[in-house]
Every structure is written in structure tokens, then in C-alpha cells.
């Protein structure tokens, strides 16, 4: 399969435990705000956005929140599953320049039974 | 309800040949975006169709060009192709945009080794 992961940062978690995943972004002007998860093999996944007048919001098993004044994003998984294992990205949209998405570097997470 | 759906899954081809990729959108879509992703790095926008004309461009070359159908499926072409375009290609559909932003539905992604 598809090996996207080869040399991002790693964050190895229990399961059961929680997790999170940290971004920094670049553009301050950027008006949304999109985790997405990708598996070996597979395209990206949406998991949850947040638009830029908000600081945080909620999903199933996942959380979301926004410092716009350091620009930081973050990921918040509750009861880390082994299904959760895979590459996160996040990624930016400015509504002025239509619905490109800038994404960030990535995070492998790694759920150890 | 089929997703985005793309081809090949896999394709090797040698410096200075061309390639067709294609791409499906999710029913209901009518514009798609494609992707370049680098091993071990996020993806990068490559450039994004609607209503059969390119909308919007980042930052690649001229080698690259697109089109989309009018049942909105649409192809990536990669001209002169360099050991660099060697990457995952992948297509991402949504509604158009009217206010900025609209959920992207990627696709699985094409595979492409240039050796």
C-alpha cells in the first residue's frame, strides 16, 4: 500500500488514551480550517473544520481548536482506537481565493495496542 | 453512492513522456480540484475546474495542464514529464464554492513513477 508517512513527525499513543495533534499555520487571513485523515493507500478523509470566527468545535470522538493569535490549530482525539493510526493533516482556505486548500506538513499518529 | 473515483491506480512512465490521469466526482459535484503529494509531505494544489474552464492555479508549470467534461469528470495531463512529477496525484470534488469554501472529497489517488 500507500506509504505517506515516510518522514513526518510521529506521535505514538495508547490505546484508550487521547490524543493530540498540533499545526501551525501561516495565513492569517485564512477563513477556514480542515483536518483531514489520510491511510496507507487511501486519499485524505475529512474529519472536521472550523470555521475562523470560531475557537472551538466538536465531533464525534474529535475536537477541534483555534489560537488565531499565535495561529495554532489543534486536534483532539478522545479514546485513541487502532483505527485512528494513519497521517494527519491540516489544512487552510481563504474564502477570497475560492476553495483551494493549503495543507500543512503532517503528523503520523500510531496506536499501540 | 459512489466517492471520487480515479485511474490508473498505478502508472511508470520515463523522462520526457506525457500522462493522462482521470478523475470521477462525487454524484452531485461539479467541480474538481487536483492535488500533487510528495512522499512524506501534504499535497499541493494544482489547479481546479468548473463549468469546463480552470478557475483557479497554483504554483506549477505550463507542463501541467487539465480539462474537465461536461459530466463534470475531468483529466490531469503532465507534459515533458521530470523524475520530480514522480508523486501521488489526487482529485478532490465538491460543489462550487459560491461563499469560499465547500468540503473536498478526495479520491484515492494515482500513482505516478517517472524513472
Known amino acids: 500500500g500507500e506509504n505517506v508517512g515516510l518522514h513526518l513527525p510521529t506521535l505514538s499513543v495508547q490505546e484508550g488514551d487521547n490524543s493530540i495533534i498540533n499545526c501551525a499555520y501561516s495565513?492569517?487571513?485564512?477563513?477556514?480550517f480542515i483536518w483531514y485523515k489520510q491511510e496507507s493507500g487511501k486519499g485524505p478523509q475529512f474529519i472536521i473544520d472550523?470555521?475562523?470566527?470560531?475557537d472551538k468545535r466538536q465531533g464525534q470522538r474529535v475536537t477541534v481548536l483555534l489560537n488565531k493569535t499565535v495561529k495554532h490549530l489543534s486536534l483532539q482525539i478522545a479514546a485513541t482506537q487502532p483505527g485512528d493510526s494513519a497521517v494527519y493533516f491540516c489544512?487552510?482556505?481563504?474564502?477570497?481565493?475560492?476553495?483551494?486548500?493549503?495543507f500543512g506538513g503532517g503528523t503520523r499518529v500510531l496506536v499501540k495496542p | 453512492d459512489a466517492g471520487v473515483t480515479q485511474s490508473p491506480t498505478h502508472l511508470i512512465k520515463t523522462r520526457g513522456q506525457q500522462v493522462t490521469l482521470r478523475c470521477s466526482p462525487k454524484?452531485?459535484?461539479?467541480?474538481v480540484s487536483w492535488y500533487q503529494q510528495a512522499l512524506g509531505q501534504g499535497p499541493q494544489f494544482i489547479f481546479q475546474?468548473?463549468?469546463?474552464?480552470?478557475?483557479q492555479r497554483g504554483n506549477f508549470p505550463d507542463r501541467f495542464s487539465g480539462h474537465q467534461f461536461p459530466n463534470y469528470s475531468s483529466e490531469l495531463n503532465v507534459n515533458a514529464l521530470l523524475l520530480g512529477d514522480s508523486a501521488l496525484y489526487l482529485c478532490?470534488?465538491?460543489?462550487?464554492?459560491?461563499?469560499?469554501?465547500?468540503?473536498?472529497?478526495f479520491g484515492p489517488g494515482t500513482r505516478l513513477t517517472v524513472l
Open positions: 478532490a470534488s465538491s460543489l462550487y464554492p459560491t461563499r469560499g469554501y465547500n468540503e473536498q472529497f
Open positions: 495565513n492569517s487571513a485564512s477563513d477556514y
Open positions: 472550523i470555521r475562523s470566527n470560531m
Open positions: 489544512a487552510e482556505n481563504i474564502a477570497a481565493a475560492g476553495n483551494k486548500l493549503t
Open positions: 454524484s452531485g459535484h461539479d467541480t
Open positions: 475546474y468548473y463549468e469546463e474552464e480552470e478557475r
